[in-house]
């Protein structure tokens, strides 16, 4: 092996419960991340998602605020 492969290598063998707990989340994560980025930045959603842009100014301020 050379040195980039040594620092690499992963001993599957010898991760415990906790580690493919860590390693299945990660990826679930990661994945997840993909698909948001996807879903937010495709041209077809844009009208959806904008038209909820200004959605917290619309509300109208309550009666404490007006005091």
């Known amino acids: 092996m050379n040195k980039l492969q040594e620092y690499f290598h992963t001993d599957w063998a010898a991760m415990t419960l906790h580690d493919w707990i860590g390693l ?34 619309d509300e109208e301020p309550d009666s404490e605020d007006k005091k």
Do not use: C, M
């Open 24 to 57: 299945l989340l990660t990826v679930t994560v990661f994945l997840a991340l993909i698909y948001v980025y996807a879903y937010v930045l495709h041209p077809k959603n844009r009208e959806k998602l904008e038209s909820q842009r200004r959605l917290p100014d």
